[in-house]
């Protein structure tokens, strides 16, 4: 796990677009890495976007009602399982549509 100082709490702590701007940075590298055509980069990106969108879906602060909660990991759940088939397929359009989602929480940190 790269990310295992995260599992300890501190995850929980970030505030919600934080931990999706964090998740953001690692679908970057993994776009960047394809793009360029360096395959053991982008696996690596995408094994740390995996780590912290589960931490994400495990400890995340979305929303306040127990049905916000429920929503939004329904929603976590299925963005994974998405990116992880566009990852599979190397659809670089899609991961690059999904980074620019993310791209938009790294501005209200």
Known sequence: MQHASLENGRWAELSFPQQMANI?????????????????????????????????????????TASARSAMWEELCRFRELYCA??????????????????????IR
């Open 86 to 107: 566009a990852f599979e397929e190397h659809n670089l359009p899609e991961l690059a549509a999904a980074n620019r989602y993310l791209d938009h929480f790294a501005s």
């Open 24 to 64: 953001g940075s690692e679908t970057s590298r993994v776009l960047k890495a394809l793009e360029d055509g360096k395959e053991n980069r982008a696996q690596s990106a995408f094994a740390r976007f995996q780590e912290l969108i589960d931490l994400t879906i495990r400890y995340g602060r979305a929303g306040q």
